[in-house]
């Protein structure tokens, strides 16, 4: 049986590839307010702003590429059980070849039949991937609902948490790559980690973090990434970056 890893991913890697993270200075809420335009009470107030916000979004993203990040992430699946859950909401791990990925908030590409606030009780046989195209008010689902982005709003449940903490707790090896750890309940997901887990996080700022399970290195994703499947190429066996006891 294949060593397990499981690689939780943020913003940090896609920025690479060009597009703009959400919370880091220059980043998008410097200039939309999340409240108006990626919220539940967004959505009720201004469905339109809200998806003029994601076709923006969608234009972007049909002309960026997977970055060497993304596929060191994929080249694991050559040796390894890989599981990615990703806060990002585009389909670049997709295109980079990941086969098993887990979007937590969304994916900007779908879009699926609101059925009012909170949309608890969609389906998934009710999501279906639009592409890059646009989505105005007034296009309607097959149902006559007015279809919206397939995203988990500020104010919503994220209702893929459970089945990734699932992921997390029976890792061998866990990989945080371009996440601040700042948007929960993401950011708590790698506390699932077994004890005798190891934890490497790929994050170039200084991190205050006291788990005895983690190893930082203090590199942009791409570079981060590369350094990984290096030390993966040396050691296989994962007890070899078990945390000392």
């Not at 999501?127 to 919503?156: M, T, W």
């Amino acid at each position: 049986m294949k060593n397990s890893i499981a690689v939780l991913t943020g913003a940090g890697v896609s920025a690479e590839s060009g597009l703009g993270t959400y919370r880091d200075n220059g980043g998008l809420w410097d200039n939309y307010d999340p409240m108006e335009v990626a919220s539940i009470e967004g959505w009720m107030r201004n469905p339109e702003l809200v998806l003029n916000f994601y076709n923006m979004q969608r234009s972007k993203l049909k002309d960026v590429k997977p970055n060497a990040a993304h596929r060191a992430i994929a080249s694991l699946q050559d040796k390894y059980d890989v599981s990615v859950i990703t806060q990002n909401v585009d389909n670049l791990h997709e295109r980079a070849g990941s086969s098993k990925v887990i979007h937590l908030h969304g994916e900007v590409t779908k879009v699926r039949p609101e059925h009012g606030r909170y949309d608890r009780d969609y389906s998934e046989s009710e999501v279906f991937d639009i592409g890059y195209d646009q989505v105005c008010l007034g296009d309607k689902a097959p149902n006559g609902s007015q279809l919206r982005p397939h995203i988990v709003f500020f104010g919503e449940a994220v209702p893929k948490i459970e089945r990734a903490i699932e992921i997390v707790s029976k890792a061998d090896m866990v990989l945080i790559v371009g996440t601040s750890l700042q948007v929960y309940p993401a950011a708590s997901l790698y506390r699932y980690a077994g004890n005798d887990t190891p934890i490497f996080i790929i994050d170039p700022a200084e991190l205050k973090l006291s788990d005895r399970r983690i190893v930082h290195i203090r590199e942009n994703a791409t570079s981060g990434m590369q350094k990984i499947v290096e030390m993966l190429e040396k050691e296989e066996n994962f007890t070899t970056f078990a945390p000392a006891k």
